[in-house]
């Protein structure tokens, strides 16, 4: 029986997952089936029993279900843990289920493919969420000289700096407290999902900085725009994407897929 991966979700339609995974597969030579499943809200355990019991051997998880799937863990690699949710899972030899998040690393190395230099940089990341909290450990490890949390709810940028700082130099504020030049800021909010901008002041940026969108779409978003009207160069979130996916492969099969190839396909398919 081939061996078999998915994405759970709810909604799952528009995943851009299995055709990530296809290009991987086809990439290395793995033989694997990789679909999207949409499991349902009040069930996550179950649908993900049922994928086991059908040669399911590993799975990506997204909204609503990565803190449900971190319960299900009885194995947590130490990132997994600090973040209180995975976005990967993998059935063990013993039967037992592994978890791991991978979007941190995908958006440090999407960072560095681009040439961003993150060690000794003054960060800022905007949002205090669980998108955020799942990146904030393979960021600090990366040495910046300071990173800022800043969110609509300051206190849950503060409890989140509180919960990192062990990490090195992390502080959290609302917006109004936010004292730049950074350069780096990273936006983790959803804000762009409704059109939103969070508010920030002009001077946010050193010279040479880089504004990045953990979102995507075939044009910028209203805060890459706002960025690269004020000097900064803009990245969006597709790099991410394609590098926590690469990460989830690299754990299930034992390779690392090129994810340049992959990521200039998914581009131009947008
Ligand atoms: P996710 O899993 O995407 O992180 P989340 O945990 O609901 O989802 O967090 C959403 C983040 O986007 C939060 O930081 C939220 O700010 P609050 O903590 O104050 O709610 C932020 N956010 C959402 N909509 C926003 C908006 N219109 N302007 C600014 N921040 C926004």
Same mark, same amino acid.
């Given at each position: 029986?081939?061996?078999?991966?998915?994405?759970?979700?709810?909604?799952?339609?528009?995943?851009?997952?299995?055709?990530?995974?296809?290009?991987?597969? /086809?990439?290395?030579?793995?033989?694997?089936?990789?679909?999207?499943?949409?499991?349902?809200?009040?069930?996550?355990?179950?649908?993900?029993?049922?994928?086991?019991?059908?040669?399911?051997?590993?799975?990506?998880?997204? *909204?609503?279900?990565?803190? /449900?799937?971190? +319960? !299900?863990?009885? /194995?947590?690699?130490?990132?997994? &843990? &600090?973040?209180?949710?995975?976005?990967?899972?993998?059935?063990?030899?013993?039967?037992?289920?592994?978890?791991?998040?991978?979007? %941190?690393?995908?958006?440090?190395?999407?960072?560095? &493919?681009?040439?961003?230099?993150?060690?000794?940089?003054? *960060?800022?990341?905007?949002?205090?969420?669980?998108?955020?909290?799942?990146?904030?450990?393979?960021?600090?490890?990366?040495?910046?000289?300071?990173?800022?949390?800043?969110?609509?709810?300051?206190?849950?940028? &503060?409890?989140? %700096?509180?919960?990192?700082?062990?990490?090195?130099?992390?502080?959290?504020?609302?917006?109004?407290?936010?004292?730049?030049?950074?350069?780096? =800021?990273?936006?983790?909010?959803?804000?762009?999902?409704? %059109?939103?901008?969070?508010?920030?002041?002009?001077?946010?940026?050193?010279?040479?900085?880089?504004?990045?969108?953990?979102?995507?779409?075939?044009?910028?978003?209203?805060?890459?725009?706002?960025?690269?009207? +004020?000097?900064? +160069?803009?990245?969006?979130?597709?790099?991410? !994407?394609?590098?926590?996916?690469?990460?989830?492969?690299?754990?299930? +099969?034992?390779?690392?897929?090129?994810?340049?190839? =992959?990521?200039?396909?998914?581009?131009?398919?947008?």
């Amino acid at each position: 029986m081939t061996d078999r991966y998915c994405v759970f979700g709810h909604p799952i339609g528009h995943s851009k997952s299995p055709a990530i995974h296809a290009a991987f597969a /086809e990439q290395t030579g793995e033989a694997i089936e990789y679909t999207a499943i949409e499991a349902p809200l009040d069930d996550f355990a179950g649908a993900w029993r049922d994928f086991v019991a059908a040669g399911g051997r590993g799975a990506n998880v997204t *909204v609503p279900f990565k803190e /449900e799937a971190y +319960r !299900l863990c009885d /194995e947590l690699t130490p990132r997994a &843990r &600090r973040a209180g949710a995975v976005n990967t899972l993998l059935l063990m030899a013993d039967g037992g289920i592994r978890g791991d998040t991978t979007d %941190g690393a995908g958006l440090v190395g999407d960072l560095e &493919r681009h040439g961003v230099a993150l060690a000794g940089a003054r *960060v800022l990341v905007l949002g205090a969420g669980g998108a955020v909290r799942g990146v904030l450990e393979p960021l600090l490890e990366a040495g910046p000289a300071s990173l800022h949390i800043a969110n609509r709810t300051a206190a849950k940028a &503060r409890a989140l %700096g509180e919960d990192f700082a062990d990490l090195g130099r992390v502080s959290g504020s609302g917006f109004d407290a936010v004292e730049g030049p950074f350069e780096v =800021v990273i936006n983790g909010t959803s804000a762009s999902l409704a %059109g939103d901008l969070p508010p920030l002041p002009d001077a946010l940026f050193a010279p040479g900085a880089t504004a990045y969108d953990m979102m995507y779409g075939a044009e910028p978003t209203v805060f890459l725009r706002w960025a690269q009207a +004020r000097g900064a +160069r803009g990245i969006d979130g597709l790099g991410m !994407l394609v590098g926590q996916a690469a990460e989830s492969f690299h754990l299930w +099969r034992g390779k690392r897929p090129d994810v340049t190839p =992959v990521l200039e396909a998914l581009r131009r398919s947008l």
